[in-house]
């Protein structure tokens, strides 16, 4: 086959002290169908023996390579598999998860096929122990099978239909040309899925779980510290002045996106208040209550979505036990 029609695909795994998640993760892309890959293996510096897990499947399977760090954080991974990759397509997957063996060959055929220089597909959620695997809450809102402009998909990723997360699409090489992540920061993956979004030619949806998404308390997720409301407090105006620039028609759309996620910052930051400093913590507060006051004269009040509007009331009336056990009761359904 040719390069045109068997493109290199670049699978990324940034880890850090996965030991007992990482080989179940490398075997599942190691025993992909389709088999023209490059696999970096983006080591942090971990200290618990993955750096040597690592080693090992670079010695069994010639597509593999083992890259050794200091540990920086998981933007600076990302990029530092980037700056190593030399593949058509980029593919990211996360050092807890595993793949379904025919993800590469469905997610190529469908960007070939469709001329779309991304392809996003829907996920499993699974337990720690994978136990108990079932389809994952955001497959009821994920869009119909098609193809998308960017103004379309954008709509799509603000209206939360779905979501910002690196493992669930494929893209292009070039698309990442001129883009890396913040380095020092987590939420990454917020920073930068909108921005090839746009510069992609189009999104094609395909309505079909290929991915496998560990639900882990440990997890940068699961662990609620100061950094994960902290950095989304850095990326959401970021973002709302991108899409007021580029996309004033999704104005709406985009600053009820963003109050969802100020919001959800709040309650991030009263479940992890224990990492900040109380004047730190009273900081955060004052500030993102700021900024979700603005967004919300910039929307209008009429333009709030109902969940929106009770999450909103609910912060500014310093509700956070209730939004907190909302939260809570929430994750336990993901998990």
């Known amino acids: 086959m040719s390069n045109d029609s068997c493109p290199l695909v670049s699978i990324i795994v940034p880890l850090y002290?996965?030991?007992?998640?990482?080989?179940?993760?490398?075997?599942?892309?190691t025993e992909q169908t389709y088999d023209n890959l490059e696999i970096l293996l983006v080591d942090d510096g971990s200290t618990?023996?993955?750096?040597?897990?690592?080693?090992?499947?670079?010695?069994?399977?010639?597509?593999?390579?083992?890259?050794?760090?200091?540990?920086?954080?998981?933007?600076?991974?990302?990029?530092?598999?980037?700056?190593?990759?030399?593949?058509?397509?980029?593919?990211?997957?996360?050092?807890?998860?595993?793949?379904?063996?025919?993800?590469?060959?469905?997610?190529?055929?469908?960007?070939?096929?469709t001329n779309s220089d991304i392809v996003c597909f829907e996920y499993y959620s699974a337990n720690d122990d994978a136990s108990i695997v079932r389809i994952s809450d955001d497959a009821k809102k994920f869009p119909s099978k098609q193809r998308c402009t960017s103004t379309q998909a954008l709509r799509l990723l603000w209206e939360d239909q779905v979501q910002n997360f690196l493992w669930s699409f494929i893209a292009k090489r070039h698309l990442y040309d001129d883009l890396r992540f913040a380095d020092g920061l987590v939420m990454e993956d917020?920073?930068?899925?909108?921005?090839?979004?746009?510069?992609?030619?189009?999104?094609?949806?395909?309505?079909?779980?290929?991915?496998?998404?560990?639900?882990?308390?440990?997890s940068i997720l699961g662990v609620k510290n100061a950094a994960l409301p902290l950095c989304t407090v850095h990326f959401i105006p970021i973002i709302t002045d991108f899409a007021l620039t580029h996309y004033p028609e999704l104005r709406a759309i985009e600053l009820n996106w963003?109050?969802?996620?100020?919001?959800?910052?709040?309650?991030?930051a009263y479940q992890g208040r224990a990492d900040f400093t109380l004047q730190e913590y009273k900081a955060f507060k004052h500030t993102t209550k700021r900024l979700i006051l603005i967004y919300l004269k910039m929307a209008g009040i009429t333009h709030l979505t109902t969940t929106n509007l009770i999450k909103t009331i609910a912060v500014y009336l310093n509700c956070m036990p209730f939004l907190d056990t909302i939260s809570r009761r929430r994750s336990e359904r993901t998990a």
């Not at 200091?70 to 058509?88: F, M, Q, V």
């Not at 379904?100 to 190529?108: A, E, F, G, P, R």
């Not at 963003?258 to 991030?268: N, S, V």
């Open 190 to 218: 917020m920073g930068i899925t909108y921005r090839l979004y746009d510069s992609a030619n189009a999104v094609f949806y395909l309505p079909q779980p290929l991915y496998y998404y560990r639900v882990r308390n440990s």
């Open 17 to 29: 002290n996965v030991r007992d998640y990482l080989d179940a993760c490398i075997k599942s892309i």
């Open 258 to 268: 963003a109050i969802r996620y100020l919001t959800g910052a709040m309650i991030w």
């Open 48 to 113: 618990d023996g993955s750096d040597r897990i690592c080693d090992e499947w670079k010695n069994r399977d010639k597509r593999i390579k083992a890259l050794h760090k200091k540990n920086e954080g998981i933007a600076t991974a990302r990029n530092y598999g980037l700056d190593h990759a030399t593949g058509d397509f980029i593919y990211w997957v996360d050092s807890d998860d595993w793949i379904d063996n025919n993800l590469i060959q469905i997610s190529i055929e469908t960007a070939l096929n």
